[in-house]
């Protein structure tokens, strides 16, 4: 093998297990945190790429009990749950917002 092909293999698996370490890092902040409040609107965005890519982000404005608002991305699913003015809890160790039971 060549110092070249070592140097390009050692780097693409460094790479990746430094993306792999920040993706864990977000998702075991995101699993942490827990809020509650109502909705007050929903948003969707359609971006558009090249070649004819679109693709849609949904959003969900939330005033916590706290009293700050909060603009949360979510899927569509949970997006289509929500209507202005639902309760919505977002509980510790859960990726996702939920309504309340």
Known sequence: MSTGLIVSV???????????VIVWVMFSNMRK????????????????????FSSTSYFILVKLDNGTQKNI??????????????RIVKDAGKLNPQKPV
Do not use: H
């Open 10 to 20: 050692a780097t693409a698996v460094i790479t990746l297990a430094v993306c792999g």
């Open 33 to 52: 945190q827990a809020w509650k409040g109502i909705v007050i609107s929903k948003s969707s965005k359609e971006i558009e790429g090249a070649s004819d």
């Open 73 to 86: 991305r979510v899927g569509r699913k949970i997006w289509e749950q929500f209507k202005a003015g639902d």
